[in-house]
Nanobody, 124 residues
């Protein structure tokens, strides 16, 4: 059974950087597309970034383009979300999600494996 565990969240100031990690276990890492979603208080869950199963394709929400970078480490079975120039509106619980041989969907309904989330708070 594939399991996702996020880490790296915390409290930072606007303009700071933070790197989130999503450790994938119980499956072959290189066969899963992994995406990051976030949910702010009182708002719906929204897409942030995705890395396709082979790592060749990635996609970002417009709100994070140029500030966030998604990457993967096959040796560590981990996907990272490097977040730079953080803004208060980036405050949310960040979830990673995975789907077998996913091509990089930005829809949450395309993913059937979810982590428990890690909280990011950006103060102004």
């Amino acid at each position: 059974q594939v399991r996702l565990v996020e880490s790296g969240g915390g409290l930072v100031q606007a303009g700071d950087s933070l790197r989130l990690s999503c450790a994938v276990s119980g499956g072959i890492f290189s066969t899963y597309a992994v995406a990051w979603f976030r949910q702010a208080p009182g708002k719906e869950r929204e897409f942030v970034a995705v890395r396709s199963w082979n790592g060749y394709n990635s996609n970002y929400a417009d709100s994070v383009k140029g500030r966030f970078t998604i990457s993967g480490d096959n040796a560590k079975s981990t996907v990272y979300l490097q977040m730079s120039n953080l803004k208060p509106e980036d405050t949310a619980v960040y979830y990673c999600a995975a789907v077998y041989y996913g091509g990089g969907s930005i829809s949450a309904t395309s993913y059937d494996i979810w982590g428990q989330g890690t909280r990011v708070t950006v103060s102004s």
